[in-house]
């Protein structure tokens, strides 16, 4: 069984910065890529960014490109997502997840069947 527990979330100013972290357990962790999506109140839940399994592929929505960085650990097992330059709007439950298959690096989140519990990240104006 699969899994995935995020940390890292909280309430910051804007401009400020946070770093997420996913500790993932069950599968081969350095088969699988990784992905963080988000949902805002009210929101479908989106995409965010995607990495690799060994981390030298990335891809990233068009809102945070430039500002935030995802990474993983595999000895860890572990992603992360660094945030930079936070606005209100990324104001939103993170989630990483896990795809379907391994090896295969997607963001749609009908592509992935694992999720974590989700951290709350809060960016006030």
């Known amino acids: 069984q699969v899994q995935l527990v995020e940390s890292g979330g909280g309430l910051v100013q804007a401009g400020g910065s946070l770093r997420l972290s996913c500790a993932a357990s069950g599968r081969t962790f350095s088969s699988y890529a990784m992905g963080w999506f988000r949902q805002a109140p009210g929101k479908e839940r989106e995409f965010v960014a995607a990495?690799?399994?060994?981390?030298?592929?990335?891809y990233y929505a068009d809102s945070v490109k430039g500002r935030f960085t995802i990474s993983r650990d595999n000895a860890k097992n572990t992603v992360y997502m660094q945030m930079n330059s936070l606005k209100p709007e990324d104001t939103a439950i993170y989630y990483c997840?896990?795809?379907?298959?391994?090896?295969?690096?997607?963001?749609?989140?009908?592509?992935?069947?694992?999720w974590g519990q989700g951290t709350q990240v809060t960016v006030s104006s």
């Open positions: 990495i690799s399994t060994s981390g030298n592929d990335r």
């Open positions: 997840a896990q795809p379907k298959w391994p090896n295969t690096i997607v963001r749609t989140t009908t592509s992935y069947d694992y």
